[in-house]
């Protein structure tokens, strides 16, 4: 792609993408409900704690149902979470669970029912409707969905994710080489989403974060080159890059999976379509820079020469700003 349709893609995309810090900060609330006797069950209620501050949220369960002890609540890495048992007199059954505190552009919250016939149900609520009505369990194809939607919404709420991505494609010179790269990328992040779902690795959260940093700050300085007209083995075969840091964030997309504590007889199924949720979300975004750039060459749009070197430092400046932040929280 031209320069020009490429600096003009970077400040409509990264402007609206600066303002903010952080990333993932649209990971779900999650609710396990563990049927523990005909009528009792055991509650764990997950928030994250990507902001320093516990989101306003409460689980509001049936009139009928009733606790059985006192909450125990502890603070994790990256959530809130809080345990209790409870009794509901015929079970939970044809009743509705609600989420008090969601708003509108908020969290979704999952759901995760597992009875004792070994039976589990997944449920997702959102701030439009705060409230699951428990009818049975879910249809093969209703998981399925679930778990794509939960894909989706997972790559296009990572800036960390998304603005690597966008970096690779200010590098990218040609049709033939955007798809090598693509495919290397969704190949990586594909192998490492699977080892850490399976539960075969995973790096702590604090060191993968400044990982996913750095892999974004690396691409700033080769994005200035591609504007001086220099090359580098990243500018050469940006696809060796594309896979070496996409094996990093592919355990950065399993963090939508793994919290869930998904039964080893679906992890098939939820791997599968959450991977391709993410690949919808990964295409859509790439597919959204490329018709920006048709539209820029057709309406040919020439920014002032200087502009071009811009994209690269604002890439650079945010990997920057977050490989600090991160590094101070690693060693902290």
Same mark, same amino acid.
């Given at each position: ?8 893609? /970077?400040?409509?995309?990264? /402007? /609206? &993408? ?16 563990? $049927? ?88 997702? %609520? ?7 009505? %428990? ?9 399925? $969905? ?65 990982? %996913? ?37 592919? &355990? ?27 690949? %919808? ?7 959204? &820079? ?43």
């Amino acid at each position: 792609m031209k320069p020009a349709a490429l600096l003009a893609i /970077a400040l409509a995309l990264l /402007a /609206a &993408f600066a303002p903010a810090a952080r990333a993932h900060d649209n990971q779900p609330a999650y609710l396990l409900l563990r $049927q523990t006797g005909p009528e009792t069950y055991d509650a764990m209620w997950k928030l994250p704690a990507t902001t320093g501050v516990r989101p306003p949220l409460e689980v509001v369960l049936p009139d009928a149902c009733t606790p059985n002890g006192p909450r125990a609540s502890g603070i994790l890495a990256d959530s809130y979470v809080d345990r209790w048992s409870f009794r509901c007199p015929g079970g939970l059954e044809g009743r509705r669970i609600q989420i008090e505190g969601l708003k509108p552009g908020g969290l979704d919250v999952l759901v995760r029912i597992e009875t004792l016939d070994g039976a589990t149900r997944t449920l997702r %609520i959102k701030p439009a409707e705060p409230w699951a009505d %428990i009818l049975g369990p879910p249809t093969w194809f209703q998981a399925a $969905q679930s778990y794509l939607v939960l894909g989706i919404e997972h790559i296009l709420g990572g800036l960390d994710h998304l603005l690597f991505v966008l970096g690779l494609l200010f590098i990218v010179r040609n049709r033939s080489m955007l798809f090598k790269t693509v495919t290397s990328f969704t190949i990586a992040h594909s192998i490492t989403l699977a080892i850490a779902t399976l539960g075969y690795a995973y790096p702590p959260v604090a060191t993968l974060n400044a990982l %996913i940093a750095l892999s974004i700050l690396f691409l700033g300085p080769e994005i200035i080159r591609v504007g001086r007209g220099e090359t580098s083995l990243t500018i050469r075969h940006p696809w060796i890059v594309a896979f070496a840091f996409g094996l990093i964030h592919g &355990f950065g997309f399993a963090s939508g999976l793994i919290d869930l504590g998904i039964p080893r007889a679906e992890i098939p199924l939820a791997l599968v379509t959450f991977n391709v949720g993410v690949e %919808i979300g990964q295409l859509g975004f790439i597919a959204l &820079f490329l018709a920006l750039g048709l539209s820029f060459r057709v309406l040919r749009f020439q920014p002032r020469s200087w502009l071009r070197f811009l994209p690269g430092y604002i890439v650079g400046s945010l990997g920057a700003a977050w490989t600090i932040g991160r590094l101070v929280v690693l060693i902290g």
